[in-house]
C-alpha cells in the first residue's frame, strides 16, 4: 500500500473509483441499483493545478483505491471529497489517508481544519470524531425550483479578485482566504463571481451536468449591516442561474447563517442536511455569509 500525491494520469481511475463509492453508499441506503454521476475530469485537473500537493491517493498493487483532497483557505483548511473503494473500507486506509492531508494543511499554516458529512451515517460521525473533530453546526441543503417564463436577465461578466475576496473574508476570521476556490470554479468554466459593495458570491452554473440545476455555492459579506447587498447579490445569482439555463438552484448554507430566513423566505425549500465538523478552533466575527466545505 502506497500513498502519494495524486496525478493527472490518475484522474480516470480516480472517477471511476467516485463513481463506485458513491453509489454503492446509495444503493445501501435506498436499495436503488443505480450508476451516481462521474466528477467531470476538470474537477480533478483543476485541482491538481491549483493545489497539486493537497491531492492524495492511496494505491494498492498498483491500483488506485482511495482518494482524498485538501484544500488550504488561508489559516483554515477543509478536506472532501475523501473517498475509499468499497472493497477496501474498514481497513485503515481512511485514517492513513485522513492523516496526510491533515499533516499538508498543517505545513500550509492551516490552524484549523473542517469537512463536512452525512451526519445520518453514524459510522462516518464515528470515524471524524476519534480523529479529533468536533461537531460545529448543522449543514442544511436547501432548493429553489423556478415558474417557467421568469426573466433569465443577461450575464454578467465578473471575476474573481483575490484581494477583494480575502479582504472581505478577513472580516468573518482573520487570515481566512477562500480566493482559491473561486479561481478553481472559474478555471473549471462552471464558477462566475458576483460582487456588490461589502459582498461577493459564488455560483457554479452546471455542478452535475445535465441535472440542470445551478450551485450557489458561496456569499461572502463584512457583516450584517451588509444584509442587504448579500439578499441582492443572492436575488442576482439567481438571474444568472436562470440565464445559463439551469430550472432550478440549490445550495448549502449554516445553520447559524443570517442568510438563511431570507432563503426560506424568497422560496428556498430544505431537501436535507449534513454536519461540519472541526478540529482546531475557526472562530466567526460574524454569520451573515454563506459557505461549506463540502467536497
Not at 54 to 80: M, P, Y
Not at 174 to 186: A, N, R, T, V
Not at 238 to 257: C, D, K, M, N
Amino acid at each position: 500500500m502506497v500513498i502519494r500525491q495524486l496525478r493527472v494520469e490518475d484522474v480516470p481511475s480516480a472517477q471511476a473509483l467516485m463513481a463506485d463509492t458513491w453509489s454503492n453508499l446509495l444503493k445501501k441506503q435506498t436499495g436503488l441499483d443505480l450508476s451516481y454521476p462521474v466528477r467531470q475530469a476538470t474537477w480533478y485537473t483543476s485541482r491538481l493545478r491549483h493545489e497539486p500537493l493537497g491531492c492524495f491517493c492511496v494505491e494498492e498493487n498498483r491500483k488506485l483505491i482511495a482518494t482524498g483532497f485538501a484544500l488550504s483557505c488561508g489559516n483554515v483548511g477543509w478536506i472532501g471529497p475523501m473517498e475509499v473503494s468499497p472493497a477496501h473500507q474498514g481497513k485503515g486506509y481512511g485514517s492513513q489517508l485522513l492523516l496526510s492531508l491533515e499533516t499538508y494543511l498543517s505545513t500550509r499554516g492551516c490552524k484549523a481544519v473542517g469537512l463536512e458529512t452525512m451526519k445520518d451515517i453514524s459510522r462516518n460521525m464515528d470515524f471524524y470524531s476519534q480523529a479529533g473533530y468536533s461537531v460545529e453546526q448543522d449543514m442544511l441543503f436547501l432548493e429553489k425550483d423556478w415558474l417557467d417564463g421568469q426573466d433569465g436577465g443577461s450575464p454578467e461578466k465578473g471575476k474573481a479578485d483575490a484581494k477583494e475576496i480575502k479582504r472581505i473574508a478577513s472580516t468573518i476570521n482573520p487570515g481566512f482566504d477562500p480566493s482559491s476556490e473561486f479561481k478553481i470554479y472559474e478555471e473549471m468554466g462552471i464558477g462566475r463571481t458576483l460582487t456588490a459593495k461589502g459582498a461577493v458570491a459564488l455560483l457554479l452554473t452546471d455542478p452535475i451536468p445535465g441535472s440542470g440545476k445551478a450551485y450557489l455555492r458561496t456569499v461572502l459579506t463584512e457583516g450584517y449591516h451588509r444584509i442587504d447587498e448579500a439578499i441582492g447579490l443572492v436575488q442576482r445569482v439567481e438571474r444568472e442561474a436562470l440565464w445559463s439555463g439551469a430550472r432550478a438552484i440549490f445550495t448549502i448554507v449554516p445553520a447559524q447563517s443570517e442568510l438563511l430566513t431570507y432563503l426560506l423566505r424568497g422560496g428556498y425549500k430544505p431537501k436535507g442536511a449534513d454536519v461540519r465538523m472541526v478540529k482546531g478552533e475557526f472562530a466567526r466575527a460574524h454569520e451573515c455569509s454563506i459557505f461549506s466545505w463540502s467536497g
